[in-house]
């Protein structure tokens, strides 16, 4: 079964963060959507992953200033504060709650 992929972007004060959500909203069994996050990586890097959940409702995103998000404030600096807020932005905007895997390649 192919997923259709719905790339989509939340605006911010400070960024444009661009997330794909692949499968039904509200999702069809009622089950909470699949969040897939990653760092210093951007939704390209859970694409494999992703198929793998074909019957869950799965949602990617790329942190600000990385892959297709961008940033407004000028920095280019991330603390954990903020990539945590725009988890939390992202999760509203698809009308939470989500079920989590997180993923880390910083030392």
């Known amino acids: 079964m192919t997923t259709m992929t719905d790339t989509r972007t ?4 400070e960024a444009s963060l661009a997330y794909d959500v692949r499968g039904p909203l509200p999702t069809a069994d009622g089950r909470p959507p699949l969040f897939l996050v990653g760092a210093p990586m951007d939704a390209s890097g859970f694409g494999t992953l992703a198929g793998y959940f074909a019957d869950r409702t799965v949602v990617t995103y790329d942190p600000r200033g990385l892959g297709r998000s961008t ?3 000028g920095r280019t600096t991330h ?3 903020q990539q945590a807020d ?5 999760i509203e905007a698809i009308g939470g709650p989500v079920e989590m895997f997180a993923s880390s390649g910083e030392r």
């Open 10 to 13: 939340l605006d911010t004060p």
């Open 71 to 73: 940033r407004t404030d």
């Open 79 to 81: 603390t954990p504060e």
């Open 86 to 90: 725009d988890v939390h932005r992202i």
